[in-house]
């Protein structure tokens, strides 16, 4: 039988098949292998007398470490109008963590009752013309939360963003069940003990939600700097269209990103945020933020 882990405690693994959830231990040798269950994972399992073993765990699509989740397909990628004000470069920085994870982002724009004409933001406009699909939202009084849940059907979806942007708010909207306040809770007895919480995946409108928002703090490792502008999927319309093959976008002459970018057709500010980060990793290699 096939299904997905999705829940873990004490060395027990929740896996949903069809309807029903089969407790399940895992077999020894995946701790030889160094390679435990986590939530998200397809497994296989057998049942002895009713009692359930992991006998399998499929390729994984993606890893999370922060919640410890695996094959994520989309993200809600939640950002505030205002309280906090956005931050165009962590906003970038999530939207390069979801490429990089192959993860569909969706910039979810909150609390859209504290600005005027909203749809004029700086934040707004680069993301319509990074070709990124996003929401407004008014969370507090459950504004836009429809279009939230028309996204969740076929797929496991991680909320993330900084923290006071609305996150738990719309998560407990969606999930109809106050998850986030234990959520938080433990997040600040998280500074004086080592608390742990595992994530669940939640049914909802036939998707599951991950219930604990997602990589709140970013750690982004890119290996090359070739590989860089392969993230940016607004790029990829003008890929061989440079004088350089392998053309970087950098300092190339005859570069045809660069033109878009004179053209406005491409966003300015993405465009800096690619060339500060391909500085990074041609300086050091590993990014942190
Ligand atoms: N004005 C306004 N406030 C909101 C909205 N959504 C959430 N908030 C408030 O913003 C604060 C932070 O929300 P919370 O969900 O805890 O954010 P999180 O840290 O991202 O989980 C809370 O006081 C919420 O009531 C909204 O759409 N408009
Ligand atoms: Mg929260
Ligand atoms: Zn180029």
Redesign the pocket.
Known sequence: MEGIIVKGIGGFYYVKINNEIFECKARGKFRKDGLSPIVGDRVKITLDKGKGAIEKIYERKNELVRPLVSNITQAFV?FAMKNPDINLDLLNKFLLQCEIKDIKAVVCF??I??IDSYEEHEAVKMIKKAGYEYIF?????SIGLEEVRGKLKGNITVFC?P???????ILNNIVGKDV?QTGEISEKLKRGKHTTRHSELVEVCEGFVVDT?GFSSINLTIESKEDLKDYFPEFWDYEHQCKFNGCLHYKEPGCIVKRAVEEEKIDENRYKFYTRTLEEVINGGKNKW
Do not use: E, H, R, W
């Open positions: 939640v909150n609390k009752d504290l939202l008014n969370a507090k009084n963003g923290s006071g942007v609305g996150k738990s708010t986030m928002p």
